[in-house]
């Protein structure tokens, strides 16, 4: 245990030294989800508040609108994992790490690391940001501690699940699909509007894809309104969906490379 918990944080800090080697990884991982906070806020924000309802809690449109950008901020990260896995995978850089007398799991392990870390700092910019936006937040410690904790979560599944793609890619075009999907599914939640102001079948699939859950779950942290059955259903899909990522991250790490 402590030799694979040493080699972990070897290629944690790899990877970390590897963000400070290219900084323009980093600055686009902090700076898109500003990027977006900004645009829904101020431009978008009158319109799509009508399709909020009376019932949405929260007087501001970036007090609904911050958790979907939060959201995005953790599929933007995981994508840049699964690019970063990638470039290991092609360059030989994993094939030489199978050879090493090294655990095998710190390899992936570091690279969640890292992504957790720099998913977390993100997302602490993008809080900081709505403050001068106006968002207002009811939650107290133990809100704030928890929403942490269901970011948290969801950045390990999505992370777990862009090593497995950045392993199973041959290029880096192969992670393609990966990226449109983590992008697409928060347009198709409760991210911007609520489901209710959707139509039909776009609805039913709003109300029910993985992502609804978690962003109901931190926006009642959040803002202090009753989360209801949203939390077990957040926690079920963040670790089903981790252990599902970090399962096949490991059989095809574990894999014959294909020569």
């Known amino acids: 245990m402590s030799h694979a918990t040493g080699d972990s944080v070897t290629m944690l800090r790899r990877n970390l030294r590897h963000l400070v080697r290219y900084p323009t990884m980093m600055v686009m ?7 977006l906070l900004l645009l829904f806020v101020g431009i978008f924000g009158g319109a799509l508040t ?16 911050l958790p979907g950008i939060l959201l995005m901020t953790v599929g933007y990260g995981s994508t840049t994992t699964a690019l970063a896995v990638n470039r290991d995978m092609t360059e030989g850089i994993i094939s030489r790490f199978r050879t090493m007398a090294i655990s095998r799991a710190s390899v992936l392990t570091g690279h969640v690391a890292s992504a957790l870390i720099r998913t977390m700092l993100s997302v602490a910019l993008v809080v900081g940001v709505a403050f001068a936006l106006g968002f207002r937040p009811a939650a107290g410690p133990l809100g704030w501690l928890a929403m942490a904790g269901v970011i948290a979560l969801l950045t ?3 992370n777990w699940l862009g090593v497995a793609v950045g392993l199973a890619a041959r290029n880096a075009e192969g992670t393609g699909g990966f990226t449109i999907l983590v992008q697409v599914l928060p347009f198709v939640s409760s991210a911007f509007v609520t489901p209710d102001s959707m139509s039909g079948a ?3 699939f709003a109300r029910h894809e993985p992502f609804t859950p978690v962003l109901d779950t931190v926006r009642g942290l959040l803002l202090g309104t009753p989360v209801g059955g949203s939390a077990p259903l957040a926690v079920a899909w963040s670790v089903g969906l981790a252990l599902a990522g970090y399962l096949w991250a490991r059989a095809l790490f574990r894999r014959d490379p294909v020569s």
Not at 29 to 35: C, G, I, M, N
Request: hydrophobic share 50%; aromatic share 10%; net charge neutral.
């Open 156 to 158: 390990l599944a999505l």
């Open 50 to 65: 009508a399709g909020l309802g009376d019932g949405t809690p929260g007087h501001r449109y970036v007090d609904y609108v």
């Open 29 to 35: 991982t902090l700076a898109l989800p500003v990027l």
């Open 202 to 204: 776009v609805r039913w």
